[in-house]
């Protein structure tokens, strides 16, 4: 048996590559539901995170976490591990068009206690979440390397991870490694990406008046900007819009800058200022057009990526983690975790989830861009329906708070 770059081979039963915010709470998943032994579950993470310092401002790239996603963190032990005083639970949410006020009876509300729930979700900064889940996974007694994955080669009855480590030889490989995944490209799965042709523009904001616990969003003709509650009281930017106008907003000095993006949130925060760094993340549509090869399966990032308008990205990566975990937890005694019957029901299950939210953000992110032609007008007015009807709120804020379609058991109550 060939060993590593240091000389040491691991068995595992399990080795996850990539230990971000999904690969790190299927991690934690799985050596507490799956019915493994915990050692022999390993993640391989090339860049360890370090939590935050007390009182440090927030990072820029936070997530909106729902309902059903706090369940699967729950589940995997991770939630009561997130740092809370940088959590930001959010009550309601509001969404308008640029040609309505954001306070009119065209703008949508969302509100938690209209559904006697306590919140509609979290806003969580990734690197709080991934550290927890992360934490989550060793205490569950999994094992954590520190290192890249080099090259995989794929046996039948195991799969040879070559990585800058040591060799790990597993039964059953997961690629958590995101959207660029050196797994999905190693076993020859084909992934078709489309550019949305628009860039989001992220950074922390101070506002003028309070965020009242709320996330907000605007749909603009150039796409759509979001302010996202943080629980220092400042707001998150994710602010997409199409790569030119996104070019030109960069280019603004900050002062220019703050003041576009006042105006752009038609002042609903009062005046906004920009007390961090801008970074610009191009935003792609991808679906692998496999989720399994062989031994090795896909979550995350890995397996699709959509734009961030509803804030879906990591809640689907969660929930793929969950339908993972349960297939395998499911499976008979001694069966193989990379049997393919198991890997087939995942890949049913998360292929068809999958491909409903990442259409809808489409159709959501199309109809609201642009000219003000039919599909526009359709959907601007299709907004002012959804605000004045009581059931269609509803339906849409179960599907906020996740709960919506067939989730896997440990996203339930
Ligand atoms: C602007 C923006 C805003 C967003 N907002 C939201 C939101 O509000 N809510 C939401 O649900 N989603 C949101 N998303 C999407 C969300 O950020 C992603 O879906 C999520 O980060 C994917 O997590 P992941 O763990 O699958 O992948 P990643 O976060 O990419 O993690 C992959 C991990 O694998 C590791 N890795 C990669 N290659 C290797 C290798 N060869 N060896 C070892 N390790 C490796 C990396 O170091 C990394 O830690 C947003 C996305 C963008 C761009």
Known sequence: MSTGADGTLVEAEVAIVGGGMVGAALGAL??????????????LERERPQAAIAGSA???RVSAVSRASERILRAAGAWPLLDATRVAPYQSMR????????????????DAAAMAERDLGAIIENRNLQVAALKAFEDG????????LQDINQQSDAVLLRTSGPMVRARLVVGADGAASRVREAVGIAAPTRGYGERAIVATVACELPHGSTAWQV???????????????H??????AIDEEAARLLALDEQAFNVALTRASARVL?????????????????????FSAGRCVLVGDAAHTIHP?????????????AALCEAIADRPPREDPAAPRLLRRYERERRAGNAVVGAVMDQLDAAFRGAPDLTGRIAREGLGWVARSRVLREALTRQALGLSGDLPRYARA
């Open 141 to 148: 007694g999994g094992r954590l390397l520190r290192e890249t």
């Open 219 to 233: 749909f603009l003709p150039t796409g759509p900007l979001a302010l996202l509650p943080l629980a220092d009281g």
């Open 270 to 290: 009062g005046s906004l200022q920009v007390v961090s760094e801008r970074r610009a993340f191009p935003l792609r549509r991808m679906m692998a057009e496999r």
């Open 235 to 240: 707001c998150s930017l994710v602010w997409s």
């Open 58 to 60: 927030f990072e820029l």
């Open 30 to 43: 799985l050596v507490r539901q799956a019915r493994i032994d915990p050692a022999r579950v390993v993640v």
């Open 95 to 110: 969404v308008w068009h640029e040609g309505s006020a954001p306070d009119g009876l065209d703008a949508l509300c969302f």
């Open 309 to 321: 308008l509803a804030g879906q990205g990591v809640n689907q990566g969660l929930l793929d983690a």
